[in-house]
């Protein structure tokens, strides 16, 4: 997976809105003041008078964002995922979710993947607060490609949506043909023995692993769960049905993400083991991503072994009369 040509999600939403913008005049971008990050520049150079910047403000950000969709414009409120699901928190959850507005929130930064920027900037609580609203859905591609696909659903859909981006250029997966659905995860490999549910960068790990697995004689299936919320509980249960064992990756806490949705729904649906790949629950250093997602145990070669142990956890049931 390393040798895979990469790019940067952000790099994709940047493209793909320029497109939005020529295809939907009702489309609106606004930055607190991160347009060089989020590369909304495009946009604003093209349509300057749909583009506002209200400033290192984010707060004000979700409520400018909220006024504008109750005239029937579809606001795209853009800035860093710690801010937008802390600092505004109260202001997504009163003024966006409560009334059900149609506002696009955009989010860059998400996870330990951000590096060297610290436990400031690394956002690995915001699926948990935002998949906790009621009328959120929550979107974590893994790609270029899917990030563009998934956009363009994004601002179709009727309603709230979390839009959330890592940093750092990654791996694409995806060819150019591959069709998405909101609330529709990939299957990107099929497998037999043991499910690797994963969001964001954590696919392309998940699929690193897989081929480690297959050397070793383990087929794994990848599930790209690029909705967090809605979960697709069909394929998931599935897949669960089919392996027995199911290990969930996601560059977040495994307290309230990824993680905590495909327990949930197995443990009500398909009791099933579950072994938990993310950050533990504490907050990380700064650094290179790659050296902190090995001392995190985020890496390949944990999801390896994470594995392994899944199919003994399933193994040791199943002798349980």
Request: glycine share 8%; net charge negative.
């Amino acid at each position: 997976m390393m040798d895979m040509p990469k790019k940067m999600l952000r790099a994709a939403f940047g493209e793909t809105l320029v497109e939005l913008g020529e295809e939907m005049p009702e489309i609106v971008v606004l930055d607190a003041d991160i347009s060089s990050s989020l590369k909304t520049g495009g946009f604003a150079k093209r349509f300057p008078e749909r583009h506002i910047n209200v400033g290192a403000a984010e707060q004000n950000l979700i409520m400018n964002a909220a006024g504008l969709a109750t005239t029937g414009l579809i606001p795209l409120a853009c800035t860093y995922a710690t801010f937008s699901s802390m600092r505004a928190c109260e202001q997504v959850r009163s003024f966006i979710c409560y009334p059900n507005l149609n506002v696009k929130i955009i989010s860059t930064h998400g996870g330990i993947e951000v590096g060297w920027d610290g436990p400031t900037h690394q956002a690995i609580e915001d699926v948990a607060i935002m998949r906790a609203f009621p009328n959120m859905t929550v979107i974590v591609p893994a790609d270029a490609i899917s990030t563009a696909a998934l956009i363009r659903q994004a601002v179709r859909h009727s309603g709230p949506v979390y839009f959330r981006m890592g940093r750092n250029p990654a791996p694409i997966i995806y060819d150019p043909s591959q069709p998405f659905e909101l609330g529709k995860a990939v299957t990107v490999r099929a497998g037999a023995d043991v499910t690797l549910v994963a969001m964001g960068i954590m696919v392309s790990i998940g699929l690193e692993a897989a081929d480690r697995l297959a050397a070793e004689g383990i087929t794994a299936a990848v599930l790209d769960m690029h909705t967090v919320k809605p979960l697709d509980g069909d394929t998931l249960l599935a897949a669960a049905r089919r392996t027995r064992a199911v290990v969930t990756l996601e560059d977040h806490n495994i307290i309230g993400g990824l993680g905590s949705a495909v327990a949930e729904y197995l443990a009500e649906h398909e009791p099933t083991p579950v072994i938990r790949i993310g950050v533990r629950d504490t907050f990380a250093e700064s650094g290179d991503p790659v050296e902190l997602f090995r001392k995190y145990r985020m890496d390949a070669d944990y999801v390896v072994k994470a594995a392994r142990n899944a199919l003994a956890m399933r193994d040791r049931l199943e002798k349980i009369p």
